[in-house]
């Protein structure tokens, strides 16, 4: 008892409760639990712990430290279901999940993106590194119709892969560039990671769709020039086919043909939001409508079966995280762990600006050990308030639902997409090595997406020091 009163004299009981839960989590994961049950565990056991060990009036442990009550029970617990699940299945934002997961799964099954690599490949064969060029634009459409990391990152895995050894590419960068390019999904929208986030951070979906565009656009160019140029340095890294011959009219139709569908299904998608014709989730229907015409080719029932249980599958997923999580958040929240947090970052540095890059870095560190799911779902809400007591002048000509969120939002998705692609441990590398043949190791990817990394860093940097690049599309969007 003394070492608990010693203990008490550092953190009060309630600062240590919050901390053994984020550890208690960390080691469940670790352990291999699905995340869905190490997050409904872990409130069990700390509410069990609140109500019946460290409640005041039972005086087993607080006649020693000093405890503010939690005023956690099970009977509350047990009132609160239609809050952690009712609420969830109620919200009109969350609808466009399963409709842009059906999307996305979509067009990777009606053969759209395999048309487009033939085509594109034909194009950009007589230029150096014109297949890597090709694997980086299929990419970024990817990306902008599916807003899956690992779906875009298994796909390009799949097709490019064999194609760019055959080629005689370096092996790290064909892996390079697949997983950088794969990881674009969770940022240019519809990326459903916006979407969550649109739900946990209160503001509009159609203010972040709009916000993401230009930073994911930005770091796509930034890979396509990088390609480029060292194409022009490194030509036996990207050598070009020796049948390579100049493209034609027939093949600039091909392509046409190929490319023209998918792009216009984003326009589509993110037109009638940009115009203020359909609201995201009505834009999420579109999109969904649209990606079954497209398939519609090369459709069958085994195709449409799978499709829709995967849908099922990823929704329920996500959904039962959802719900997870809201019942961690509310037993963290009887312990005062938002104050808790909000206290502890904002009193780390006295410059906003340095708060925002603590929070950046942490995040980025969490990348590693979670998924985006769990971060945006945890994470994010406990860093809303302090985001908005920072008061960061972040100019959205008063059209922006809070330009400084918005901001903050997007800065949360680049640092995400940078944790997923860097080495040892993130998420896309290993997406990446479950569908590479043997000869490719963990060493070539790991070398392959350093220089992504770097470019990675640098696209964050610009959207840290230049806010405009999040706010002004939705400005110009809503301002009428």
């Known amino acids: 008892m003394e070492i608990l009163s010693l203990l008490g004299a550092v953190m009060n009981l309630n600062q240590w409760m919050v901390l053994l839960m984020f550890v208690t989590f960390v080691i469940m994961l670790f352990r291999g639990i699905p995340v869905v049950y ?38 509350k617990l047990s009132a609160n279901g239609g809050r952690f699940f009712g609420g969830i299945i109620k919200n009109p934002v969350l609808v466009a999940l399963p409709m842009f997961i059906y999307m996305g799964l979509m067009l990777d099954q009606s053969g759209v993106a395999q048309r487009m690599m033939k ?53 790290s960068m064909a892996t390079g560039t697949i997983a950088a390019s794969g990881t674009l999904g969770i940022l240019i929208p519809p990326s459903i990671m916006l979407v969550i986030m649109s739900d946990q951070l209160a503001i509009s979906l159609g203010d972040l769709f709009m916000g993401a565009l230009f930073p994911g656009l930005l770091l796509g160019s930034l890979y396509i020039i990088f390609i480029i140029i060292y194409g022009l340095i490194s030509p036996k890294s990207m050598p070009v086919p020796a049948d390579s011959e100049p493209p034609s009219l027939k093949v600039f139709k091909e392509v046409a043909i190929s490319v023209i569908p998918p792009i216009g299904l984003i326009l589509l998608v993110l037109g009638s939001i940009f115009f203020g014709l359909a609201t995201p989730t009505e834009a999420s229907g579109l999109g969904a409508l649209g990606a079954t015409i ?24 996500i959904v039962g995280i959802f719900i997870a999580a809201n019942f ?31 929070i950046l ?22 860093m809303l308030p302090v985001v908005l007591s920072l008061n960061i002048p972040v100019e959205g000509y008063n059209t922006v639902d809070n330009p400084s969120v918005v901001w903050f939002a997007i800065l949360v998705a680049v640092t995400l997409q940078t944790s997923f692609l860097t ?10 090595k479950g569908c590479c043949p043997p000869q490719i190791t963990l060493g070539h990817i790991y070398k392959g997406v350093i220089p992504f990394v770097l470019l990675q860093i640098l696209g964050l940097a610009i959207v840290f020091y230049f806010p405009e690049l999040t706010t002004w599309l939705p400005a110009v969007a809503y301002a009428n």
Not at 361 to 375: A, P
Not at 423 to 432: D, I, M, N
């Open 328 to 358: 961690f958040a509310f037993v963290l929240r009887r312990f005062g762990g938002d104050e808790i947090i909000e206290n502890m970052v904002l009193g780390s540095f006295d410059n906003p600006y340095m708060v925002i890059g603590f």
């Open 38 to 75: 190490a997050l409904v565990g872990v409130s069990l056991i700390f509410a069990m712990i609140g109500e019946v060990i460290l409640d005041p009036s039972r005086k087993l442990i607080t006649q020693f430290i000093e405890f503010d009550r939690t005023g956690l029970s099970y009977v």
């Open 294 to 317: 497209l398939a519609a080719r090369n459709l069958n029932m085994n195709v449409f079966k799978m499709v829709m249980r995967q849908t099922l599958n990823t929704s329920g997923y």
């Open 361 to 382: 870095f942490i995040i980025f560190l969490l990348g590693f050990l979670l998924d985006w799911i769990e971060i945006t779902l945890i994470i994010m809400p406990l």
């Open 119 to 171: 085509s594109m490949q034909v194009l950009f064969g007589a230029l150096k590194g014109g297949l890597a060029l090709t694997v980086m634009l299929i990419g970024i459409i990817l990306a902008a119709s599916t807003g899956v990391i690992g779906a875009s990152v298994v796909l390009l895995g799949v097709m490019a892969v064999p194609t760019m050894l055959k080629q005689n590419y370096s092996k």
């Open 423 to 432: 080495p040892p441990v993130g998420f896309a590398l290993f997406y990446l």
